[in-house]
């Protein structure tokens, strides 16, 4: 046994020697350093970063190199190295309505208080391949950032000032904002632990199960408030000085989903809201969470629980792409001693299924009976 140990050991090593080889690829070519993977590549950093829950681009780019572009395992990567970090302490929570905003769009409201900026999207391209790209015929000349300065207000405070949305809520006294990287999930979740599992949830699961919200599998019918992309400070308590610090600032990608609903016996009808709040630039994953944040609130409105995307423990159980690359890959890690039981069994049974039905045992079958 120790001589297998010791040949699996280095047929391991030689396994990571080969993956380090086959990740460098061609050496005639360059090697991608981090700087591209952020720059070249940044949508890619930013769904690692933002599902990896650790804002540091450079950190991400290092585990989608070292990962040579899957994104899931990347993300693994850089989950597993953020539970070697020491924690300092929680900051305030971000003040999204003070956004240094670089692209922002209503699809309710077409002159938007504060104006529409569409800033870099995909959203009107033809999806055609772009052979310039083959080569190195980038623009030279980078164009000028426009990014506001001024806080815009949100389509919901419009809504609100008509009293046609439901408004924010207060939480109760004492409530402790949930740490799911902490605490254990147990069902049902507040509303602060639910939004935490989304945000870093896989990016094509929540995609599904908020496509399958507007296919019919859950009461919504939703309108694209408000998405907003930018910059936000983050501020941190210092108790030897009394009040906050500022220590840096965050891309964040905001949605704001409304919903409409026709009222109960306690509350009007108005619009309801569903939200979506992720790392960088990432409005996708924002407008998912948002639709798959409302589904889940069905049942704070007294709606029927009828679809997927509306049963929490379904959803999050079943969303963290690292819990279920673990759950599905170990498949193919040795199972020897386990099949050999159930292969056993299944002789057994076999065997037992076929006296009952009077078919005589083969040579093989007899052999492996009387071993």
Known sequence: MYVAVKGGEAAIDNAHRLLADKRRGDRNLPAITIDQLVEQLALGVDRVMAEGSLYDRELAALALKQARGD?????????????TLPRFGYSRPIDTGAMQV???ISATYKDLPGGQLLGPT???THRLLEPSLLGDNEPATPIEKDVGTEPVMRVSEILAGESLIEEDGALPAGHQTGDITRTPLEFPLDRDSRLQALARADEGFILALGYSTQRGYARTHPFAGEIRIGEVEVEVDIPELGFAVSVGRIQVTECQMINQFKGSAKQPP???RGYGLVFGQSERKAMAMSLVD??????EFGEDVVAPAQDEE?????????????????????HYVDFQAELDLVRRMRREFDRAHGKEATDAE???AAE
Do not use: W
């Open 294 to 299: 409302r589904a889940l609130r069905a049942a």
């Open 102 to 104: 670089a692209r922002r």
């Open 314 to 334: 379904f959803v999050i159980s079943h969303s963290d792409n690292v819990q279920a690359t673990g759950f599905v890959e170990h498949l193919k890690l040795p």
């Open 71 to 83: 994104m899931i395992e990347a993300i693994f990567i850089l989950r597993a190295h953020r539970t």
């Open 366 to 368: 007899a052999r492996q």
């Open 122 to 124: 995909f959203d009107y």
């Open 270 to 272: 108005q619009f309801t």
